[in-house]
């Protein structure tokens, strides 16, 4: 058990629709990078905030966005959702510095 | 553009036997490298990171060596076990853009077989 939490474990919905993923990352740890994997694609980094800060952003769409709380949970919004966007969506956490990196369960999204 | 390539999509492994996963890049110089395990349909697990001072690293069956000339790390796990079949994944820092971000290659699948 990595100690970072995501919910829920899966999700089903229909192109069009929105959806909002959560993270909580390690107790004490600042930093929350998402990211999604598709089977053709690989790991790819979306976004990554820093003690509420957005710090760094990858290939990420406009139809996505992300935002990092106070008590440092995240959230992933995804909207005007397409088939491809089913994926797994991971968040993972480190203390601040880019290194180890602590992956979630995952989130499991599919887009009929 | 960073580029990061992994040997292979999948190699098969007789048990018992070091298994030798090669991860190249090209187009900048990272300050560490890691490498990750990763089940299928769960998260990447956290292995080993090597610095770019470090020849090699050891843990456990684990080892890894970290060539910046060549811009390779190579990744061998010594008397393989069936247990050791997963996906794993290398990772380098995008410090050239200054930027906190990680890249991950696609990984290879590697089977043990018993």
């Known amino acids: 058990d990595s100690g970072v939490t995501q919910t829920p474990k899966h999700l089903i919905t229909a192109t069009g629709q929105r959806v909002t993923l959560r993270c909580s990352p390690r107790s004490g740890d600042l930093s929350v990078y998402w990211y999604q994997q598709s089977l053709d694609q690989g790991l790819q980094f979306l976004i990554q905030y820093y003690n509420g800060e957005e710090r760094a952003k990858g290939n990420i769409l406009e139809r996505f966005s992300a935002q990092q709380f106070p008590d440092l949970h995240s959230e992933l919004n995804l909207s005007s959702l397409e088939l491809g966007d089913s994926a797994l969506y991971f968040c993972?956490?480190?203390?601040?510095?880019?290194?180890?990196?602590?992956f979630g369960p995952g989130t499991r999204l599919t887009v009929l | 553009s960073q580029k990061i390539e992994q040997n292979s999509e999948a190699l098969n492994i007789q048990e018992g036997k070091t298994a030798t996963l090669t991860c190249n890049y090209t187009?900048?110089?990272?300050?560490?490298l890691q490498w990750y395990r990763q089940d299928p349909g769960r998260g990447p697990v956290f292995l080993l990171l090597?610095?770019?001072?470090?020849k090699e690293k050891r843990k456990e069956r684990l080892k890894v060596t970290f060539d910046t000339t060549l811009k390779q790390s190579l990744f061998h796990i010594t008397a393989s076990q069936p247990a050791d079949s997963a996906t794993y994944l290398c990772a380098l820092d995008s410090r050239m853009n200054r930027d906190d971000k990680i890249i991950f290659g696609k990984g290879t699948r590697l089977h043990i077989l018993p």
């Open positions: 090597i610095r770019e001072n470090e």
């Open positions: 993972a956490s480190t203390g601040g510095a880019p290194d180890t990196q602590y």
């Open positions: 187009n900048y110089s990272p300050a560490y």
